[in-house]
């Protein structure tokens, strides 16, 4: 079995969001954790979305709380979405939020 040396950490970003005409609304509530550097915004079909691997879109305002997403999907469609604290050393998320299911 193959081995994950840097799993993501789900604690302190909570996630919520609702589709909208041309795209996806989400919010986040951040608790004890830094996000001075931003975030990313992660999104795949299958599920379980990983920032360097699945489509991200990033916020430079770690104060940021809201933002609504450009998405051109299909209807009777799920796509998932995470938001993660970035961390620009490594280029990389170490702390993801829950995951949404949203359904065009």
Avoid: E
């Avoid at 909208?20 to 992660?42: A, H």
């Avoid at 604290?85 to 299911?101: E, F, K, L, M, W």
């Amino acid at each position: 079995t193959p081995k994950v040396t840097n799993p993501p950490v789900y604690t302190g970003i909570s996630l919520y969001g609702t589709a909208v005409d041309g795209g996806v609304s989400l919010n986040w509530n951040v608790s004890g954790v830094d996000t001075s550097n931003g975030f990313k915004i992660v999104w795949n079909k299958t599920g379980n979305p990983v920032f360097g691997v699945d489509n991200a879109k990033y916020i430079s305002d770690g104060s940021t709380r809201s933002m609504t997403v450009p998405i051109d999907a299909k209807s009777g469609k799920t796509l998932y979405f995470k938001v993660c604290r970035y961390v620009p050393d490594g280029h990389t998320c170490d702390n993801y939020s829950n995951q949404i299911a949203i359904t065009y």
